[in-house]
């Protein structure tokens, strides 16, 4: 994991982060894949257990990409019946991620801030922010990024991330955000992880870099940045220094 507190690298095992789930999935979660995420959960026990606010299955097919989900009522009530059979499931309380999106659904009616608020407040699952899904969405849906940062419940965020994502020119006019984690992370993220900082303390931080990836010292240096902005909050908070 790039960027986590020394503190918390030294004395925790890593966070595991899911992807199958498909906890948007109007399908019952599937009980097999359920019960390997348990055992491996039990297995290794990370400090922190996280999935995504998206689905990717129906029908037992499962697609290869984490899909946006309609915001409603009827959506959610869906996923907070997935969160709160996996939180029984694992007896923890999971992180849900908001997602990077290039869609949106025309009857959708709830705000995305506030439909992953809302699931934190009915399951009692935390919040997973990651800084470059928000930046790429809001800039995707002509959103206000620090709106949405604003708008998330202070004590239900209990990690942060960071990734590169690509800006592509459609038909010659229409510019796309593409999450790809292939690159270093943006300036305008590094400015609203800042703004993320002020907002929830000196949050545990993961840097997506999976695609593409570059020399380890590259990957280093990225980190470093990430944990200079966490040691400065931490700091400015009255903790000690970290190694």
Not at 11 to 39: E, K, N
Not at 53 to 60: D, E, I, K, Q, R
Not at 144 to 162: T, W
Not at 168 to 193: F, K, Q, T
Request: charged residues 20%; contains cysteine.
């Amino acid at each position: 994991m790039l960027g986590y507190l020394d503190t918390i690298r030294r004395d925790y095992p890593l966070s595991l982060h899911g992807v199958g789930l498909s906890l948007g999935s109007a399908d019952d979660l599937d009980a097999t894949h359920l019960a390997r995420v348990v055992a491996l959960i039990k297995r290794t026990g990370p400090v922190l257990v996280s999935e995504h606010l998206s689905w990717s299955a129906v029908g037992g097919v499962y697609l290869a990409d984490l899909l946006p989900l309609p915001l409603t009522e009827e959506a959610l009530s869906v996923i907070c019946r997935n969160v709160d059979r996996l939180q029984s499931a694992l007896q923890r309380e999971i992180l849900l991620e908001n997602p990077s999106s290039y869609l949106r659904y025309s009857h959708s009616t709830i705000p995305e801030w506030e439909f992953l608020s809302a699931v934190s407040r009915r399951t009692g699952c935390g919040i997973l922010c990651d800084v470059n899904n928000i930046f790429v969405s809001s800039m995707n849906h002509g959103w206000n990024a620090l709106d949405y940062l604003s708008a998330l419940p202070v004590d239900r965020v209990g990690e942060i991330h960071l990734a590169g994502h690509t800006l592509r020119v459609v038909d010659g006019e229409h510019e796309i955000r593409i999450d790809d984690h292939g690159s270093a992370v943006a300036p305008e993220v590094w400015s609203l992880y800042e703004h993320a900082l002020q907002r929830f303390g000196a949050t545990p931080t993961l840097i997506e870099w999976d695609t593409n990836v570059p020399a380890l010292d590259v990957l280093m240096a990225e980190a470093a940045k990430a944990e200079k902005k966490l040691q400065r909050v931490w700091r400015r908070a009255g903790h000690a220094s970290v190694a």
